[in-house]
């Protein structure tokens, strides 16, 4: 089975300041990692994903994320923050076990200051 | 424009009333997904298609019964609501069952 964690449901970071938001997983299988950005009243939307290539992912918005194996995280970052980087995002975790569940955490919400 | 439309975008409804939420993909994707989403909750999965056939359904209230006649449509149809089934609810769509999932926009419900 699968699990993510999200660190922190709120996140305030200053405007050009470094964006770092956590994400651990559990999974007994080799994971798919992904995050999703969430604006008010809209869906969620794909930033990235890991699928077993490249350990460093890299996303849209200047968004990029690690896979380490050995901490189980899936940390994603932004050198400098912008103003239109304040959204919610989602982590997420799906492995080949068989079902169509995919586990989503539960969100971790970016303010960002002027 | 994620290629997944959702239609109403909000709905009020009463407690007696049976409406149902429209969602089609244009990705050409084989499976489909809702999912109910409220303040302060994880997104909670409810139902999925593959290849037009259910297969997975997380305990969900009968009241929520899902249709999938195609698969490029699904429908969430809705009868006698409770206050607490107010939510947003998200269509996905995904390639497979491990891949990335795109969603529509969501619809507002509330039910008074």
């Known amino acids: 089975a699968q699990s993510v964690t999200q660190l922190g449901s709120h996140v305030s970071v200053s405007e050009g300041a470094l964006v770092l938001l956590r994400c651990n997983y559990s999974?007994?299988?080799?994971?798919?990692l992904f995050w999703y950005v969430q604006y008010p009243n809209q869906g969620l939307q794909l930033l990235l994903k890991y699928t077993s290539a490249a350990t460093l992912v890299k996303g849209i918005n200047g968004f990029e994320a690690e896979f380490k194996k050995s901490e189980t995280s899936f940390h994603l970052t932004k050198p400098s923050a912008h103003m239109s980087d304040a959204a919610e995002y989602f982590c997420a975790v799906s492995a080949n076990t068989g079902g169509f569940k995919t586990i989503f955490g539960a969100g971790t919400r970016l303010f960002v200051k002027a | 424009e994620t290629g997944v439309t959702q239609t109403p975008r909000h709905l009020v409804m009463g407690m007696t009333n049976k409406k149902s939420l429209k969602c089609e993909q244009h990705l050409g994707h084989n499976a489909m997904y809702w999912y109910k989403q409220s303040a302060k909750k994880p997104l909670e999965l409810m139902f999925v298609?593959?290849?037009?056939?259910?297969?997975e359904n997380n305990s969900v209230p009968s009241r929520f019964s899902p249709e999938c006649p195609n698969s490029s449509h699904l429908f969430l149809h809705l009868h006698t609501l409770q206050p607490e089934d107010s939510a947003l609810y998200l269509c996905?769509?995904?390639?497979?069952?491990?891949?990335?999932?795109?969603f529509g926009p969501g619809t507002r419900l509330t039910v008074t």
């Open positions: 298609y593959s290849l037009e056939e259910r297969v």
């Open positions: 999974s007994s299988v080799p994971p798919y």
């Open positions: 996905a769509s995904s390639q497979n069952s491990v891949g990335e999932q795109y």
